[in-house]
């Protein structure tokens, strides 16, 4: 019923920057905070940014400076615009939302996290 579909994800030099995209589909009525997630080898999903529907952002302390959250509510996208990458941003980006279906039944990923995309940052 609602498809996430994370893309812009690749390999990159230290330093480098990448701009990732999460487009939403299905019965959405409408979408209130949307995220951007990751995942190293090894570790537990981490939070790395969010946005509410009006454009209030949150970012995980490590990312405040390199990161950037956005998002186009026309076309139910969020974006993330990554710079000055480190090699310690290795890891499987996902993104997540919260949003409102037709027939007034809430979404959000819970274990259903889908592929992701991967992110290397490498010299």
């Known amino acids: 019923q609602v498809q996430l579909v994370e893309s812009g994800g690749g390999l990159v030099q230290p330093g480098g920057s990448l701009r990732l995209s999460c487009a939403a589909s299905?019965?959405?009525?409408?979408?209130?905070?949307m995220g951007w997630y990751r995942r190293a080898p090894g570790k537990e999903r981490e939070l790395v940014a969010t946005i509410s529907s009006n454009g209030v952002t949150n970012y995980a302390d490590s990312m405040k400076g390199r990161f950037t959250i956005s998002r186009d509510n026309v076309q139910n996208t969020v974006y993330l615009q990554m710079n000055d990458l480190k090699p310690e941003d290795t890891a499987v980006y996902y993104c997540?939302?919260?949003?409102?279906?037709?027939?007034?039944?809430?979404?959000?990923?819970?274990?259903?996290w889908g592929q992701g995309t991967q992110v290397t940052v490498s010299s």
């Open positions: 997540n939302a919260d949003i409102q279906l037709y027939g007034g039944t809430l979404y959000r990923r819970t274990d259903a």
């Open positions: 299905g019965s959405i009525f409408s979408i209130y905070t």
